[in-house]
């Protein structure tokens, strides 16, 4: 399928310069004078890189056939990341730490995520939105220390480091929005 510029918002995979592409973000510009164009943010899937580009509104684009499926997430060794098919653990395949992105700080063993595969290869995961995490280190928070917004740097049980508010101590469990990095809630 054929897409213009205005069918490319965000989460839509398609080809650029003959690679496969998610759309992150888009913007129009009206500039006095000139034509119209649609700032667009766009990730590369298969090295993660993510691009800027202005597309005019005469430009087309096919359409990425990306499929998706479920699979679950092994081990990662030095910066190798393995994963497999949930129902047949046999079936084995890795990702580069590049790949794979920021992402890689929410990762857990026997985690279950999507896969994206392009021309019958796994080029991409993709994890849940939310998560949930154990708060491995929190240092205590102090009282009227307010100027930072009452928030600290907490450590979860991936490595990551991420801001959480004061009163979540080590032991707490905590939900992630994995797609931004953010502290969202105390897991009940």
Excluded: C
């Excluded at 888009?26 to 890189?49: D, E, I």
């Amino acid at each position: 399928m054929s897409l213009g510029v205005n069918d490319l918002k965000p989460k839509t995979y398609f080809i650029y310069e003959d690679q496969p592409y998610v759309v992150l973000e888009t913007h129009h510009l009206k500039m006095q004078q000139r034509r119209p164009v649609v700032q667009t943010r766009m990730r590369n899937l298969l090295n993660g890189k993510v691009l800027e580009r202005n597309l005019a509104q005469s430009d087309f684009f096919d359409e990425a056939d990306v499929q998706r499926k479920n699979v679950k997430f092994l081990y990662n060794h030095r910066d190798q990341y393995w994963f497999a098919n949930p129902n047949d653990p046999s079936k084995r395949f890795e990702l580069p730490q590049e790949t794979i992105g920021d992402q890689v700080r929410f990762l857990k063993p026997n985690t279950i995520l999507e896969a994206l595969s392009w021309d019958e290869k796994v080029i991409n995961v993709s994890l849940p939105i939310k998560m949930e995490f154990a708060v491995t280190e929190a240092p205590p928070g102090i009282k009227g220390d307010t100027a930072t917004g009452g928030t600290k740097q907490v450590v979860i049980d991936t490595g990551a480091t991420i801001n959480a508010p004061l009163f979540v101590n080590e032991g707490d469990t905590i939900i992630i929005n994995t797609e931004t990095g953010e502290y969202v809630e105390r897991a009940k």
